[in-house]
């Protein structure tokens, strides 16, 4: 871990760039589950800051489960898997969605390169498509058919949470597992926008599962993409309708 300092940032932003790169270093492994910080003196003379600084640095990894402090003991690294710090990391989007709902489209993007990339694992697998994708086109089918517009959203997120869980790559499950919750609610909003048929949101989604059983990611990748392009394009004029209705 180096301390070094490029430029010199605002005083009260110091513990900010110690927490950043104390973050990177647990990140990366360099700073490994059990190790024991320097003291915070130490650290401070290495970054060339106060040791408030320090002591701010560290408060902040620890609401992230990244560090426990323990009176009369040195810092400890106790962070034991990603899940943890991306925990923390819906929790941030969450807060950042409410100051900022452009957010969301920000988010979006996130979803739409997970979503789309997860394909590459998912067509070049020899297995057959994921049961848990079976069953979440089949309830869609079912909403459809009964116009259960509740029901046809949480089936139309779970198609998409099941397949990136069929690729079987752990930390991009891990990641889309804490947007899971916001992607429903981006879902659930962006439904509402269009005059878009319930038998056109099942046929899309048909399409997709049908490009995944036939092994075709190119086919499979430009549909996806198509879709979150359509719903991000939904949700910026649900969020411009809600903006205007708040300055009525």
């Not at 058919?145 to 752990?170: K, Q, W």
Request: hydrophobic share 45%.
């Amino acid at each position: 871990m180096k301390g070094e300092i490029a430029t010199m940032p605002k005083r009260d932003r110091l513990h900010i760039m110690v927490a950043s790169a104390l973050e990177a270093s647990i990140l990366s492994g360099e700073l490994k589950i059990g190790d024991k910080l320097d003291s915070e003196s130490a650290i401070a003379k290495e970054f060339g800051v106060s040791t408030r600084a320090v002591r701010e640095a560290i408060h902040t990894l620890e609401t992230k489960g990244l560090l426990m402090r323990r009176h009369g003991e040195r810092t400890t690294v106790v962070r034991e898997d990603v899940n943890e710090f991306l925990d923390t990391l819906a929790v941030t989007v969450r807060q950042r969605l409410a100051a900022e709902p452009e957010y969301l489209q920000q988010l979006m993007v996130a979803r739409r390169m997970i979503e789309t990339e997860i394909l590459e694992i998912v067509c070049a697998s020899d297995a057959p498509i994921s049961p848990e994708v079976t069953e979440s086109l089949e309830r869609m089918r079912k909403a459809r058919d009964e116009m259960d517009f509740a029901g046809f959203v949480d089936a139309d997120a779970a198609f998409h949470l099941a397949i990136v869980h069929s690729a079987g790559n752990r930390i991009l499950s891990i990641i889309y597992d804490n947007f899971a919750s916001l992607i429903s609610e981006v879902i659930q909003v962006t439904s509402r926008v269009p005059s878009k048929s319930l038998d056109d949101a099942y046929d899309e989604h048909a399409a997709i599962y049908q490009m995944i059983s036939d092994h075709n990611e190119i086919g499979a990748k430009a549909l996806v993409r198509a879709q979150i392009d359509n719903s991000a394009n939904y949700l910026r004029i649900a969020i411009e309708k809600a903006s205007k209705g708040g300055k009525q």
